[in-house]
């Protein structure tokens, strides 16, 4: 009777230590997910912090838009045949008044006549 009673404390003992042993493990494996998560959710911040330096950085590289309008403005360009001189017009609001501003540019500089 005695060596039955010393075999099954024996053996509860030992079933024992063997959940303790799993209980450890499992706790183990728990803190090694928990510290996988931790590093892993680290990784996405540092990502996302990344994403919007490179966001912000872009938007800081955009040319500036322009704020007005556009504004149709007329240039000529006229040269004499003698002298070499070269009289220009530009932002005249039309054709004819560019034209005659280059002339007058020309004839200023010692062309034509």
Do not use: F
Request: proline share 3%; hydrophobic share 35%; aromatic share 4%.
């Amino acid at each position: 009777m005695k060596l039955p009673t010393i075999l099954i404390l024996g053996l509860l003992m030992v079933g024992s230590a063997h959940a303790q042993m799993n209980n450890n493990q499992y706790h183990q494996h728990q803190q090694r997910i928990q510290n996988r998560n931790h590093v892993a959710e680290q990784n996405r911040q540092g990502y996302m912090a990344q994403q919007r330096q490179m966001q912000q950085e872009q938007m800081q590289q955009q040319s500036p838009q322009p704020t007005g309008w556009w504004e149709t403005t007329w240039g000529a360009i006229a040269t004499s045949e003698t002298g070499g001189a070269l009289g220009t017009a530009l932002g005249a609001s039309n054709e004819s008044e560019a034209k005659q501003i280059a002339l007058s540019d020309c004839k200023a500089k010692g062309g034509g006549v």
